[in-house]
Structures are given as C-alpha cells and as structure tokens.
C-alpha cells in the first residue's frame, strides 16, 4: 500500500498537467492499478488508512484484569512490577518476567483514562519591575578551594524574573542576616527596587511555625524599609519559586563551564573568588543588557541608604565562666566583662561584642548547632591560678590552639602526669603574653627533637627565637629608569657610524 501522499500528490499534479494516466504514475513511480484507484477516490494515502483496532496476540492478563483495577481504584499508587509478582504468586506457571512490559503499558492506559487527575502547572506571565525571586543554593559540587582548602559555602542567588537579571552573595547559611545582607547587595547593584519579593519557606523570611503571621517580624521590616511586598511558596511546593530554583541549575552549570575554560578551581583569597564571581555575574547579565534596561525603568528608586546588615540583641549577660550565649552558641569574652551585660551584632559571617558603644570584641559567627569557641586569652589569667580546673573542663578542646599544642599536653601527662595540666597551662600563659606563633615553633622543634618538654624549656627557646629571628625581609627602592639616556646611546651610535 502506497503510504507516502508526497508520491500521490506529485500523481495528481501530473494528471492536472493534461499527462495520461500511465505517465503520471510512472512519474510518481506509483504501480499503475494503485494510481487509478487513488485517483477514483480523490484521496491520499493517509485518509484512506484504516485505524489499528484489534489485536495481533491473546491478552495474557484479560482474566485477571478486573482483579488488578479494582486494587488500581482503591490504591492508585499500585506499580505495575509489584502486581506482577502477585500474579505469579496467585497465578503459578502462567505469568512471566517478560510480560512486564505489557502490564505496565496497561497500567499506564488505565492512569490516562481512568486514573487521578495530575498536578497542572499554569505558566505566569511577568512584568517588568514586578517581581524579584530569591533563594539559597549549595555550592559545594563545584568543588571550589581557596589556597588547595576546599571551600564549602553557598550562594543567595537573587533573579529578577522579566529580565533574568541576575546576581549572587556568599554564605554559610540561610540566617537572616545573609538574606539581609544578599537582598541588599543585588538591589543597590540592580540600582531600583521590584514591586514585590517571591521567597522559599526557609525561616529567615517565613514564619513556618505559626500561619497568623506569614513573614517574621525582621523579614517584614526589611521588605516595608525598600516598599516591596513579600511573596512565599506553599509548604513543599518549590516550583512555584521556578525562577530562582531553575536559575540554581543554569548558574552552577555555567560556572561549572568557566571554571573549567580556567584551567583551575583554586583561588588565591576569598577576595580573588568574589572577583570572580563579580565577573562571572557581568558577563552573564551582558546578554540581557537590553531587556534590564527596560525593566530598570519600571523599579522603583532605592532609599537614601541601606539598612544594617546585622540583628542587634541587647542586654545579654556574660556568664560566670566569661562566656556569653547568642543563638545557643556559646562565645568567649574577656574575663574582665564577667557579670556585665553587653550587647551582640550578629552579621551573617561574624559578631562584634560592645559594652556600651566600644566594640570589644570581633569574632567569627559559629555555624550549626550547639557549638562553642573559647579564646584561651580571655580566661588564661585566671586559668592558671585554678589548674585543678582545666581536666575536666567542659570547653577544654579549644584550648589547643594547634596540634603541636595537643601534642605536648600528650606528652606532659606521659612524662609528668601530676603536673602535665600546670606545665600546659604555664606554656598557655606564654603563648598569651607573647606570639602564639614563637611557641608553636618552639614546641614542635621540642618535640621533634625528642626532648624533655617543660614550659620552662618552651619559655627559654621561645627567647632564644624571638632575640635570634631573621630580619624581616624589605622591598628594595628602585629608582625610575630615566629613557633619555637610553636615546643618547643611539645617537652617539648613529654619530659614530657616520
């Protein structure tokens, strides 16, 4: 049977010719019995090809079809390989594993005709200036390192969804001061402000824990500060956060890319990878330069200045053991501040500690749960006088400030178990008053060369190195290179050859 109409309709171009039958099918290259009945019928091919509707084979599962839809009705979820498996269990030596794929065809027959209706996803129309999309993403699969350490962080990825305007901050975390600080730096770098901000359900932004309120309190005033509206997505629905979640894929992908026209993933500072990023991001919106344009137009214009990236929290006490708790973090302070209240700003990488409105205080904001920091400067004074203490000291690992340090706590209790925890903190105390660094290489020359390790063997190296350094090295001043003697040369060259 003739199935391609491209043969009959060249057929019935040549009969329109004037050309005789016979011609025109050879020409079509059409059997000339076949030509004429097409001809007869006026009709191509494919209008005359009649529907498949019988079978070729005996439906294996007709019997027992009636017993699977009424599970299928009740429990839609069924899957067509587990029901197999129950039918060679009911049906012993009449159902094989190669019928599988018949079975599921049938399956997938019944969901399309008879099953639950699926999820719809309806596609929004954007305008411009209307609505910006933020979300947080890891960016750990590109294996990025910062002087051969693997850097581990992620990135608040802000999309402005018209232009697909994009920009991206480094963090650690999804607290609200990165999404404080990551909001802020794409709308001042965007230069307006969208008519309303969409964000995931991370709890920044959103009060998951209570519907009364959908946004917490610090969100809501961040959006009143720059006049937007606040937008989140239902409770496990992050497609409707398409833009930015999409985005994630399409961002990591092309850095992906451009890391490996580099040639390399290390980065010499934190400092040389935010340029790169700065970079990256340039060239990336260079291709939507037109329509950011008109999307610029329609934001509304930035405050006079933007807000504090950090959450301030007052009156918070400094403990007995000079520690202080934000965020059920424990920090050290100085011993000095016991018994008095000081207050925290909490940015997204680190915190300042003031009492009354001196900074005191500057250190890295921990991450994760329940976890401490202790600075051996702030309590060694103290320390010292109650060695007794520092055994079973609940903080008592972050009082090795390197290995080399755990290593001679190690072999002070080996040589001198009833005075390791004196000694230790007596090299402590020095450490404090001095260079961490001197000690540090006096105890690993001690314990390299295998001798008796006391703080006041560690007392008397660590003076022998400080009176005995190299000088520092200096740059070298060299003067301008005055070009002018350089042309006498030539002419005194030329004068001489002539």
């Known amino acids: 049977m003739i199935t391609r109409d491209a043969q009959v309709k060249g057929l019935f171009k040549s009969m329109s010719e004037g050309k005789p039958l016979y011609v025109s099918a050879q020409k079509a290259d059409i059997c000339e019995n076949t030509a004429r009945k097409y001809v007869r019928a006026q ?29 299928l009705t009740d429990e839609p979820h069924l899957e067509a390989k587990a029901a197999l498996e129950w039918l060679q269990r009911e049906y012993p030596d009449r159902f094989f594993d190669n019928q599988l794929r018949t079975l599921q065809r049938r399956f997938q027959f019944w969901h399309a005709t008879k099953g639950e209706a699926k999820e719809v996803f309806f596609d929004q129309e954007h305008r411009a200036g209307e609505l910006g999309a933020s979300d947080f993403t890891w960016m750990t699969e590109l294996n990025i390192t910062i002087s051969g350490i ?25 607290s609200f001061e990165s999404l404080s600080a990551g909001l802020q730096n794409a709308l001042w770098r965007c230069g307006g ?35 937007m509206s606040g937008q989140k997505t239902n409770p496990n ?17 092309a850095i992906e890319q451009t890391l490996i026209l580099r040639g390399s993933r290390d980065f010499s500072s934190r400092g040389d990878y935010e340029c790169f990023l700065d970079r990256f991001f340039d060239r990336l919106n260079e291709g939507k330069k037109k329509r950011f344009e008109e999307e610029t137009r329609n934001l509304k214009p930035l405050p006079a200045r933007r807000l504090a990236d950090y959450t301030e929290i007052r009156d918070v006490l400094v403990g007995r053991g000079s520690t202080i708790n934000v965020r059920k973090k424990v920090y050290s302070v100085h011993s000095r501040l016991r018994d008095e209240h000081v207050t925290v700003r909490l940015y997204a990488e680190y915190l300042e500690v003031l009492y009354g409105i001196a900074v005191v205080e500057k250190m890295p904001r921990l991450r994760g749960e329940d976890n401490h920091r202790i600075n051996y400067r702030h309590i060694i004074d103290w320390l ?37 925890d004196k000694e230790y903190l007596q090299i ?23 001798s008796t390790l006391t703080a006041e063997s560690v007392e008397a190296l660590v003076l022998w190195l400080t009176n005995n350094a190299m000088p520092q090295v200096t740059d070298a001043a060299i ?8 042309d006498n040369l030539l002419d005194f060259e030329r004068r001489a050859a002539v």
């Open 150 to 174: 693997p850097f581990d962080h992620m990135l608040y990825h802000f999309v402005l969804t018209w232009s697909n305007w994009e920009h991206g901050t480094i963090c650690f975390s999804e």
């Open 428 to 450: 402590l105390y020095c450490a404090a008053r001095g260079s961490e660094d001197t000690v540090n290489r006096a105890l690993q020359q001690i314990i390299a060369e295998g």
């Open 479 to 486: 003067p301008a290179v005055n070009l002018r003697q350089y």
């Open 237 to 253: 629905s992050g497609n409707e956060n398409g833009d930015a979640e999409q985005r994630h894929y399409r961002l990591k992908r």
């Open 384 to 420: 010292v006088r109650k060695p007794g203490a520092f055994a079973n000291y609940r903080y008592r690992s972050d009082l090795f400030p390197t290995s080399h340090f755990r290593i001679a706590y190690d072999l002070l209790r080996e040589q001198n178990p009833g005075r390791a």
């Open 43 to 71: 009709r191509f091919p494919s209008d005359l090809k009649q529907p498949h509707n019988w079978r070729t084979r005996p439906d294996a599962f007709s019997e027992v079809w009636p017993r699977i839809e009424a599970i």
């Open 193 to 227: 402000v969208p008519a309303a901000h969409r964000s995931d359900r991370f709890s920044a932004a959103v009060n998951n824990l209570d519907e009364k309120r959908s946004f917490t309190i610090r969100y809501e005033a961040l959006l009143r500060y720059y006049g």
